[in-house]
Nanobody, 119 residues
Framework: QVQLVESGGGLVQAGGSLRLSCTAS????????MGWYRQAPGKQRELVAV???????NYADSVKGRFTISRDNAKNTVYLQMNSLKPEDTAVYYC?????????????WGQGTQVTVSS
């Protein structure tokens, strides 16, 4: 069984920083793209950032220049460094990953971690 477990969420004042982590565990042959999404109350889930196994990262316009996505392949972990946080960044943040557990690729999601930015 493959699992994604996030950590690092919390309450922070506007202008502050948080670092989210997401680690994949279980039967894993390879991990392709990994990403972060977020969902604010009453809104649809939206892409925040994605990092492929090879290639360039992509960011939502709303977080460019403030957030940085990175990964440690040896640890099966993806990170999201969030700086200059704004109240509108408040949301539940979910990581996902395209993982090959045996032969085929599947998309897995974490359980989510709450980020709250106070003004």
């Amino acid at each position: 069984q493959v699992q994604l477990v996030e950590s690092g969420g919390g309450l922070v004042q506007a202008g502050g920083s948080l670092r989210l982590s997401c680690t994949a565990s279980g039967s894993i042959v390879s991990i392709n793209a990994m990403g972060w999404y977020r969902q604010a109350p009453g809104k649809q889930r939206e892409l925040v950032a994605v990092i492929p196994d090879v290639g360039t990262t992509n960011y939502a316009d709303s977080v460019k220049g403030r957030f940085t996505i990175s990964r440690d392949n040896a640890k099966n972990t993806v990170y999201l460094q969030m700086n200059s946080l704004k109240p509108e960044d408040t949301a539940v943040y979910y990581c996902n990953a395209k993982i090959v557990p045996r032969v085929y690729e599947y998309l897995y999601w974490g359980q989510g971690t709450q980020v709250t930015v106070s003004s």
